[in-house]
């Protein structure tokens, strides 16, 4: 196309000067070709629809796991902190924080931001908690992402995890710790005035 315009509506160097265009050269199939509109558009869309069906089917076969994950973790975003829930003995064993001792096997507890006044020499301002999530390393690990308010992001960069928290919806994401440690998040939604004091701090601990 770029070509046939370049040759059809040139202006020859004997006419540039009163700018006149040789329209006796010019393709009336070029300007007025019903057949390219139909071309222009309907490449497209094939070539996008060729690309989806794939696409499609990888979404899937992400979302639907074959494998069974070691333990699952339940995650709620509220305003402006996190609630941990799971029934999981690997992850009651690593946790500290239990809230019953008849709750062997149970983790149920909310996290919040430490205040500057709590903190310890070495810790992280704005981004330490009084209650660490414990997950083990090695372990295939499903979380169950939700909220009881507003839109919340659970984010930890250093985990490859970011997946929202929307009411009455529970998203999913899968995660794997290679190296134990302690890894840092917050929330990247901006989901109030108090949205960046939703640290998260998650310790990966080997078994």
Known sequence: MLIAIIVYFRVLPETAYNSRVLTNVTSISVKLSLLLEYVWTLVPIAILIWIAIPSFNLLYQINEPSVEPGITLHVQGNQWYWHYFSGDKALAFCNLTLTSPDMKYFVDFDSYMLQEDNLQFGSYRLLEVD????????????????????????????????????????????AMIHRPGIYYGQCSEICGINHSFMPIVVVGVKY
């Open 131 to 174: 209650k660490r999530i414990c997950l083990p390393a090695g372990e295939l690990i499903r979380i169950l992402v939700s909220s009881n308010d507003v839109i919340h992001s659970w984010a930890v960069p250093s985990l490859g995890i970011k997946i929202d928290a929307v009411p009455g919806r529970i998203n999913e994401v899968w």
